[in-house]
């Protein structure tokens, strides 16, 4: 016996190391992709910057190219003007010569009268002989000296550190998984963070091999984050956290483990009626008894084993816990759950097709009649609806039944407390206490379901609402039966 705990030790700590191994070499791989990737990042970057130097250079070349075009065609209006002017000035004093040689008084009078006229209203003397533009362009002058610095400076960004899960604060109930996490400093450059989640059945770290594959959140701003309308359907999940900048991701948080445990079930189709058709958790009314299918299915049968089904082994836990068992007959058109409750509370949904003619839903000891039906044997309790010609709606335990005077839900939520005796149905919607039966279990609870025209479906991997656990301290606390059916010995 020493010696085989040695030898299981052993075998432990190799398939450990064996684990580490391909963790390993799974970190060099994501390594040296993810140093590929940080280099063409780099370039992109760097490539960005260039385009935009050249493109902020070619507008600023532009920008001092039209001062220089703005301010030449001020110089050569000017330029214009003064040539104009010039000319002007010139012919005038030319006549002003000429008329110093006119002998005749009166016509050198006459002239210089002329000349005195054209001269007051000369453009030469209204011209500025000032330039209108300086020809300096210093005003387009740049010094990148700051911005050079600023670029000196450039470093790698800071990487975030990883965030710090305060599992006080996670909460796991309704089907859903509160999660609020913390840095482990202040961080402004913190732009958003990454949620990652997988189910799990271990209650440990998360394992390289026979694990789900992360599931992603991306892009959450706050540092608490819901995952909700999750199924149950693992007894665990693994959960972790990264923070990110407007660059670069940091490390990922110490992963934490939340317990999910929640009812789970599938439908034994080997229990059901012949009349009905079962997948997994859908029953259908089949009027052909299973003939239409057997005909589509006889080639097949034909060229299988007989070697039974791995889901419906004879050793798998789910099959010993119903036991052995013919088919329902007759008019008991009913098939159950292939899990048992046994001990703890328990919750489920079943949701009926529109057209549904009759069915039942409750839960029933192991082993009924073939014949039995829900809700008429001392050991099943349902509740039944009728919708054939007009509604019904009842509770049946021991072959009694109660009128329940509510309208039928679409969906009904059925809670049951094994230890404490207690069988609850709810308007799944809404929540509202349908009907309760009070007893005390003497044997393991499967769940039980009867169907005519029409098909169920069954929800589960549900924990127990808070609503119902809310009204189910209420209504211990009240103490009192709330049924003539309740309170019965077995």
């Given at each position: 016996e020493t010696l085989q705990r040695i030898v299981s030790t052993l075998v432990n700590k190799n398939d450990e190391i064996h684990n580490f191994i391909d963790m390993l070499k799974h970190t060099i791989s994501n390594l040296q992709a993810n140093s590929s990737n940080a280099i063409s990042e780099l370039d992109e970057e760097f490539d960005g910057l260039y385009s935009v130097l050249h493109e902020m250079k070619g507008s600023m070349a532009n920008t001092?190219?039209?001062e220089e075009a703005r301010k030449i065609q001020a110089l050569q209006d000017q330029l214009s003007q003064c040539s104009s002017a010039l000319e002007s000035s010139e012919e005038l004093l030319e006549l002003a010569v000429q008329s110093l040689d006119i002998k005749n008084p009166v016509e050198l009078l006459e002239a210089a009268r002329q000349i005195k006229d054209s001269v007051t209203v000369a453009s030469a003397f209204r011209l500025s002989l000032k330039p209108k533009v300086s020809d300096s362009m210093t005003h387009m002058m740049v010094d990148f000296a700051l911005e050079k610095r600023m670029l000196q400076a450039v470093k790698f960004l800071p990487v975030p550190k990883a965030p710090e899960i305060d599992?006080?604060?996670?909460?796991?109930a309704d089907n859903c998984i509160t999660i609020s996490w913390r840095m482990p400093e202040e961080d402004s450059r913190i732009d958003h963070f990454v949620l990652e989640y997988r189910k799990t059945n271990f209650d440990g770290l998360p394992r390289l091999k026979g694990e789900q594959r992360w599931e992603l959140v991306d892009y959450i701003k706050a540092t608490q984050y819901t995952l909700s309308g999750l199924k149950f359907d693992t007894k665990y999940m693994n959960l972790r956290v990264q923070a990110c900048n407007k660059a670069v991701a940091g490390e990922y948080s110490d992963p934490v483990t939340l317990e999910t445990k929640a009812f789970v079930f599938s439908l034994d189709s080997t229990s059901s009626h012949l009349n009905l058709k079962v997948e997994d958790t859908y029953v259908e009314w089949d009027p052909t008894g299973g003939k239409g299918q057997e005909k589509i299915k006889g080639k097949e049968n034909k060229n299988r084993s007989n070697t039974a089904s791995p889901k419906r082994s004879s050793n798998s836990p789910r099959a010993s816990a119903r036991g052995g068992r013919d088919r329902f007959a007759g008019e008991s058109y009913t098939v159950l759950g292939d899990t048992a409750v046994e001990s703890g509370q328990h919750y489920w949904e079943v949701r009926a097709q529109k057209d549904c003619k009759s069915y039942s839903v409750g839960v029933t000891y192991r082993n009924p009649g073939k014949f039995d039906q829900l809700g008429k044997t001392n050991s099943s309790w349902c509740i039944h609806i009728n919708n054939w010609l007009q509604t019904t709606f009842s509770a049946k335990h021991n072959n009694k039944a109660k009128t329940l005077d509510i309208p039928v839900p679409d969906r009904i939520g059925v809670y049951c407390d094994f230890?404490?005796?207690?069988?609850?149905?709810?308007?799944?919607?809404?929540?509202?206490?349908?009907?309760t039966f009070r007893t005390k279990f003497t044997q393991p609870l499967l769940p039980g379901f009867m169907i005519w025209c029409g098909g169920l479906t069954v929800s589960t991997g549900l924990q127990v609402p808070s609503a119902v656990k809310t009204l189910q301290k209420s209504e211990n606390g009240l103490g009192g039966s709330t049924s003539s059916l309740n309170n019965v010995a077995q």
């Open positions: 001092i190219q039209q599992v006080a604060a996670c909460l796991v230890d404490g005796g207690q069988l609850s149905f709810y308007n799944a919607n809404s929540k509202a206490l349908l009907h």
